[in-house]
Structures are given as structure tokens and as C-alpha cells.
């Protein structure tokens, strides 16, 4: 079964840092280009994050540049979000999710996780 | 920033159409998709290059894309059609999520 599992949420005071991480299994997670999207509480879907399959390039929200680092480690099929200076603005349910195709061309997310709960309080 | 404005809500009885409708400059140049959420749950890609069906998808849900628009059509709808609907597309490494539709099945 193709899964996502995130992993590492809590809660977390103001300037503190967090990091996330997500379980891929049932696909070959080295060919997929991975996201993080987050969605606050009644809100929303929110674009976070992006890296290609190899780990070569990444791409991130303009609310979260210099702050929020994403990473894979294709040996342990995981992908992970490093969050530092976290602010109440971050609070959101952080889902990570399989860009379709192996190209990066479609931008579409075909598969998506269970969400992680991030609370900066 | 590239900005995405879709309803906040649409009504529909069942066995009606309901037409969801995306809008952003220039639209119908990029490949647009859809998601399903339902409360509790995660998003369901429903529509991606602006009108194929993954697998499992019933043909219900169609969708199209032109000018400054991008459109879902979910014919003959049903109560489990009943959900929030995103749209969603990508330009320079940015990708955007419309503001969502609440779709109410009456």
C-alpha cells in the first residue's frame, strides 16, 4: 500500500524549533518529487515547501523562506521539514504529500499523509 | 504572488451538476488540479492536468481549463460528493491553492 506517515508535531513556544518527518513506503521514493502543505485550523490549504527527487533543488513559500528547511534521505525513503523561529502564524495540521509523475511537470499530489499537528503557543 | 479565487460555497440537490469555478490570471496556461476534502481527512486529488481522473475517481468529476478559468463539474452529484473542493496550480517553482468551496449536497 502506497503510505505517508508524518511524524514529530507538538507543541512549541515562540522562536523555537521543530523538526517534522514523513514515512514513505510502497512506492520507490527516490523518483517522486515530495511536498510539505500545511493547513491551519478552519482554514485553508497552504503551500509549504517542495523538493525534487534527488534532492538537488528546493523551492519554498515566501512566508517561510529563511526559516524552514526541506530535506530527504532517499536511503530511508523520509522526507523531512526543519522548522526554526516558529511563530503562532505556523500552527496548522503540516501534511506531506507525492507530487504526481516523476517529472515535475503535473504539480498535482497524488498522495497525501495523515498530517502532523504543529502548535507555536 | 499568483493568487487563486474560487466560491465559498455551492449548493446543489442531488442528481443536479454543480460547477465549481477557479480563477487566476492566465490560468489556461498553466495545468491546473483539484482536490476533495472532507471534514477529518485528507485531501483527495481529484482532477490534475487540467481534466484527467486518477484511478478510483468516479467519472462524475470532470474538469476543464481556459483563459483565466479552470472549472469542476461533478454531474449527477451525490451525498458523499458533499465535501470542501480546492483548486490548485503551479508557476516558477510556486505552487497555490485556490481559497476553496464548500459544497453542500441539499
Known amino acids: 500500500e502506497v503510505q505517508l506517515v508524518e511524524s514529530g508535531g507538538g507543541l512549541v513556544q515562540p522562536g523555537g524549533s521543530l523538526r517534522l518527518s514523513c514515512a514513505a513506503s510502497g512506492f520507490t521514493f527516490s523518483r517522486y518529487w515530495m511536498h510539505w502543505v500545511r493547513q491551519a485550523p478552519g482554514t485553508g490549504l497552504v503551500w509549504v515547501s517542495r523538493i525534487k527527487s534527488d534532492g538537488s533543488s528546493t523551492s519554498n513559500a515566501d512566508s517561510v523562506k529563511g526559516r524552514f528547511t526541506i530535506s530527504r534521505d532517499n536511503a530511508k525513503n523520509t522526507l523531512y521539514l526543519q522548522m526554526n523561529s516558529l511563530r503562532a502564524e505556523d500552527t496548522a495540521l503540516y501534511y506531506c504529500?507525492?507530487?504526481?509523475?516523476?517529472?515535475?511537470?503535473?504539480?498535482?499530489?497524488?498522495?497525501w499523509g495523515q498530517g502532523t499537528m504543529v502548535t507555536v503557543s | 504572488s499568483y493568487d487563486l479565487t474560487q466560491p465559498p460555497s455551492v449548493s446543489v440537490s442531488p442528481g443536479q451538476t454543480a460547477s465549481i469555478t477557479c480563477s487566476g490570471d492566465k490560468l489556461g496556461d498553466k495545468y491546473a488540479c483539484w482536490y476533495q476534502q472532507k471534514p477529518g481527512q485528507s485531501p483527495v486529488l481529484v482532477i490534475y492536468?487540467?481534466?484527467k481522473r486518477p484511478s478510483g475517481i468516479p467519472e462524475r468529476f470532470s474538469g476543464s481549463n481556459s483563459g483565466n478559468t479552470t472549472t469542476l463539474t461533478i454531474s449527477g452529484t451525490q451525498a458523499m460528493d458533499e465535501a470542501d473542493y480546492y483548486c490548485q496550480a503551479w508557476d516558477s517553482s510556486t505552487y497555490v491553492f485556490g481559497t476553496g468551496t464548500k459544497v453542500t449536497v441539499l
Open positions: 504529500a507525492r507530487e504526481a509523475g516523476s517529472s515535475g511537470v503535473l504539480g498535482a499530489f497524488d498522495i
Open positions: 492536468q487540467d481534466n
